[in-house]
């Protein structure tokens, strides 16, 4: 039982379009985050969110944390080649341990 | 640059025998995480540490085993690898508290059991 789904798992875009990732539970975490990865590489956190409802920005990325702490998610705008990756999310709850999304691979075609 | 390192990068190993993979930190941080990859299921936690000989099992523990003797090593025993043993793994470390703490991940150990 997969404790985060993320939604889509595969997407691939033209350049310039913008598109939303999902990440659902019907689990309450205390934090979550979001990573990027390359392939032959670890992920590299983007985000971490916290308080219910946040939104952070990072440059043309938008992440939000749902008001009951349950979802998130990650918009991007006018996507470019770059944004190529494997998306992860990541639940955290009290005690340090992190339950990982499956994942959404994004391909932005030039 | 985080300071993790993981050995070896790449193994070959036959089913039933035992494969320890290390996981080397120079950041002094209390957490480390074994977790691995496979297609379809993200990441899982095997295994972590919350300090020196302090371990707890994740949510795909069977079949392997760690140890942590110094705040700096992690490792991860593979008892009697099997085929289905075959997977990306990687380690994390993390500062800890109480929830928003960053995970910096190693660059991963690919291994196939034939």
């Known amino acids: 039982t997969q404790l985060l789904e993320q939604s889509p798992q595969f997407l691939s875009i033209q350049e310039g379009e913008n598109l939303t990732v999902y990440c659902n539970s019907s689990?309450?975490?205390?934090?979550l985050q979001w990573y990027r990865q390359e392939p032959g590489e670890g992920p590299v956190l983007l985000v971490t969110?916290?308080?219910?409802?946040e939104v952070k920005k990072l440059k043309r990325l938008t992440f939000q944390f749902g008001d009951a702490r349950k979802d998130s998610s990650l918009h991007i705008t006018a996507a470019q080649p770059g944004d190529t990756g494997l998306y992860l999310c990541?639940?955290?709850?009290?005690?340090?341990?992190?339950?990982f999304g499956t994942g959404t691979s994004l391909t932005v075609i030039p | 640059d985080a300071g993790i390192t993981q050995s070896p990068r790449h193994k070959v190993t036959e089913t039933g025998t035992p494969v320890t993979l290390r996981c080397h930190q120079t950041?002094?941080?209390?957490?480390m995480y074994w977790y691995r990859q496979d297609p379809g299921h993200g990441l899982r936690l095997i295994h972590y540490?919350?300090?020196?000989?302090?371990?707890d099992k994740g949510e795909v523990s069977d079949g392997y085993s760690v140890s942590r003797s110094k705040t700096e090593d992690f490792l991860l025993t593979l008892e009697s690898a099997t085929s289905s043993q075959t997977s990306v793994y990687f380690c994390?470390?993390?500062?800890?508290?109480?929830?928003?703490?960053?995970?910096?991940f190693g660059p991963g150990t690919r291994l196939l059991v034939l």
């Open positions: 994390a470390i993390s500062h800890g508290g109480a929830g928003g703490e960053t995970q910096y």
């Open positions: 689990s309450v975490f205390s934090s």
């Open positions: 969110v916290v308080t219910g409802g």
């Open positions: 990541a639940g955290c709850f009290t005690g340090n341990q992190f339950y």
């Open positions: 950041e002094n941080h209390r957490y």
């Open positions: 540490s919350y300090g020196v000989k302090d371990t």
